[in-house]
């Protein structure tokens, strides 16, 4: 127990002797017969040996040419490059619309003008329509006090009916039917033995019924005989008319022209729907009832 410090101060590691033998050794210098320490010390050389020199060196030691810059570049480089900005226009302000207050909202928009398609009226129709406004025109000069006629007669020469002569046609509407006949005479028009204003009480019917001769230019140099029967009042004016017409054909058959472009001599067919069986009318269903 006695030795171990003694061993302890004597006892060095062999790394410390080693560095001891080297730092002598080095101080005295390489001895012959002596080994080399295990770990020479490390002096860089940082100056190579004379005459030798590194290729890297001797390349950044070679002298470069530089161009020559003239005076004008140098004063570029100095300046300092400042790009331009283009300069902003001032846009014009349009004045503003000063509102009054007591103006109507939408009092400066323009209409919008709706164009409807007219739908192209029947025969039936045309005549009804130009019976109605005869019918206005009639009453308007009432009022007035004109006594103008309702139809100019035609421009051209009519043809000449001889005393005994007749001329006969047939006429359809609905289911009215109306046999006619012309004679010649001073204009009497007489359906079932009765005048036009007492079998016709409304102007309507009564213009209906004149309106080929007053277009013609015949009212007031025949004479009409009519004998109607079956339907309504409108379906035998409307009889009446279409036979009246076939029967100035027979009169004139130049006449057939003015007529054909107004719908006289086309037999209307139209009628009413027939009722169906189990419907109300022709097409009306009974309500259904779910419970």
């Not at 900005?85 to 323009?110: M, N, Q, R, S, Y």
């Not at 005393?163 to 047939?170: E, K, V």
């Amino acid at each position: 127990m006695a030795d171990e410090p003694q061993n302890e101060e004597t006892s060095e590691t062999p790394d410390e002797a080693s560095t001891a033998e080297g730092s002598d050794a080095s101080a005295a210098g390489p001895v012959a017969g002596q080994e080399s320490p295990a770990h020479p010390p490390e002096t860089p050389d940082s100056t190579p040996p004379t005459g030798e020199e590194p290729e890297d060196q001797a390349q950044d030691e070679a002298p470069v040419e530089e161009p020559a810059e003239s005076p004008a570049a140098e004063q570029e480089e100095s300046e300092p490059e400042v790009a331009e900005e283009p300069e902003a226009v001032e846009e014009p302000k349009e004045p503003k619309a000063e509102k009054k207050k007591d103006a109507i909202p939408g009092a400066d928009l323009e209409p919008i003008a709706v164009e409807t398609d007219a739908r192209p009226l029947s025969a039936e129709e045309r005549a009804r329509k130009e019976a109605e406004e005869e019918e206005q025109r009639a009453r308007e000069a009432a009022l007035v006090g004109d006594s103008d006629d309702e139809e100019q007669a035609a421009s051209r020469a009519l043809a000449k009916i001889e005393g005994d002569a007749r001329f006969l046609a047939t006429g359809k509407r609905k289911n009215a039917i109306a046999r006619v006949t012309l004679l010649a005479g001073s204009g009497a028009f007489v359906i079932n033995g009765r005048p036009i204003e007492e079998f016709f009480p409304r102007p309507l019917h009564q213009t209906t019924a004149r309106q080929p001769l007053a277009i013609t230019g015949y009212e007031g140099n025949v004479d009409v005989r009519v004998r109607v029967h079956g339907g309504g009042v409108s379906g035998q004016a409307g009889a009446v008319r279409h036979g009246i017409s076939r029967a100035l054909i027979e009169v004139d058959p130049e006449l057939r022209g003015e007529l054909k472009r107004r719908g006289f001599l086309t037999r209307d067919a139209r009628a009413k729907e027939r009722r169906k069986a189990g419907l109300k009318k022709a097409r009306k269903r009974p309500q259904f009832s779910k419970r």
